[in-house]
């Protein structure tokens, strides 16, 4: 008989942003994987009304759910409520657990369990309001729980007192979403995809550097919203994607690695994962953030690294499965 998965993701509404429209994209691309793979695939969104979502989801007895929820009811922080409830339902899912991933959601947690456990990341203060007061320039404003670089652009990267107090007067610290400040690390990019194998091995894949040598001198160096999501900028249309395999950089790639594999190991990430990175003029690594559920669009970052080294979208799929059944 067909393994039956139900490809669970969260709702959007009828007219959704380019970010949120992101999730239907991997649903479908991973429902055509599972049926080319010779298994049986549906498809259900659930919604912060999780009795009905466990009533329903039950009532399908599915094998395996295949977790694509990145936020419930337009809110990231309640995406750790999809995985609690597969658990009270007994079935296997792939992907982090409720805990890995409370824990990597709000980047100012996880960054005080890097720094506890000698990770090296970005100084950073939370909480910011109107009485905020910087300890250091420059630094970034990021929010705490959103994914997908929502209200990053080139007005986040904080430089003076001046360019602190024209963001308070132009409201930014009335807004609704928690936000933090992050030391801003000029310097070169990177992010580590890692995806977990049969037997409880795992892959760090090579390092992906986002390239601006498009931008000019005087453009912050970030991949704000536009660069991920409006097609239309410049941020878009000029911020790449390199797989380089400079000597050069071997000893700095496998520090890269190294450190990884350490990020996977202390937040007990499962089935895959990814870490984002920079790197200073001196060399230094910093970790940014972890991201226990990236992107599985067939054009993400996450799926460019594994193809890098012969792993096709399927054969994502089948080990996401495989390791949730495991």
């Known amino acids: 008989m067909k393994p039956f998965i139900l490809i669970v993701h969260n709702r959007v509404g009828d007219t959704p942003t380019e970010d949120e429209n992101d999730v239907i994209v991997q649903t479908t691309a991973v429902a055509a994987a599972i049926n080319?793979?010779?298994?049986?695939?549906?498809?259900?969104?659930?919604?912060?009304?999780?009795?009905?979502g466990s009533t329903l989801i039950a009532s399908k007895a599915p094998d395996c759910i295949f977790n694509l929820v990145e936020s419930l009811d337009g809110d990231d922080r309640f995406a750790v409520a999809a995985p609690?409830?597969?658990?009270?339902?007994?079935?296997?899912?792939?992907?982090?657990?409720?805990?890995?991933?409370?824990?990597?959601?709000?980047?100012?947690?996880?960054?005080?369990?890097?720094?506890?456990?000698g990770i090296p990341t970005p100084?950073?203060?939370?909480?910011?309001?109107?009485?905020?007061?910087?300890?250091?320039?420059?630094?970034?404003i990021k929010s705490a729980n959103d994914h997908a670089s929502i209200g990053i652009s080139d007005d986040s990267i904080i430089t003076s007192a001046g360019d602190w107090q024209r963001w308070v007067d132009c409201g930014g610290a009335e807004?609704?979403?928690?936000?933090?400040?992050?030391?801003?690390?000029?310097?070169?990019?990177?992010?580590?995809?890692?995806?977990?194998?049969?037997?409880d091995t795992i892959t760090v894949f090579p390092p992906a550097e986002i390239s601006?040598?498009?931008?000019?001198?005087?453009?912050?160096?970030?991949?704000?919203?536009?660069?991920?999501?409006?097609?239309?900028s410049f941020e878009y249309a000029h911020t790449s994607r390199l797989f380089s395999r400079d000597p050069q950089d071997a000893a700095l790639h496998e520090r890269l690695k190294a450190t990884a594999h350490a990020c996977w190991d202390l937040?007990?990430?499962?089935?895959?994962?990814?870490?984002?990175?920079?790197?200073?003029?001196?060399?230094?690594?910093?970790?940014?953030?972890?991201?226990?559920?990236?992107?599985?669009?067939?054009?993400?970052?996450f799926v460019a690294a594994c193809g890098k080294c012969g792993i096709g979208f399927d054969a994502i799929v089948k080990e996401l499965v495989a390791v949730a059944l495991e």
């Open 36 to 52: 080319r793979l010779g298994w049986r695939a549906e498809t259900l969104p659930l919604t912060l009304d999780l009795k009905e």
């Open 267 to 301: 937040f007990s990430l499962a089935g895959y994962g990814r870490v984002d990175f920079r790197v200073d003029a001196a060399g230094k690594i910093h970790v940014l953030e972890i991201n226990a559920n990236p992107c599985l669009a067939p054009d993400a970052g």
């Open 175 to 199: 807004q609704r979403r928690e936000v933090f400040a992050e030391e801003y690390i000029h310097g070169r990019e990177f992010n580590l995809s890692v995806l977990q194998r049969i037997g």
């Open 123 to 140: 100084r950073w203060q939370p909480s910011l309001n109107a009485a905020f007061r910087p300890e250091f320039f420059p630094f970034i």
């Open 84 to 117: 609690i409830l597969f658990e009270s339902l007994h079935i296997p899912y792939t992907g982090s657990s409720p805990a890995t991933l409370a824990a990597t959601s709000n980047k100012c947690v996880a960054k005080k369990i890097m720094r506890a456990a």
């Open 212 to 232: 601006f040598t498009a931008f000019p001198a005087e453009k912050p160096h970030i991949v704000g919203y536009a660069a991920k999501w409006e097609k239309g």
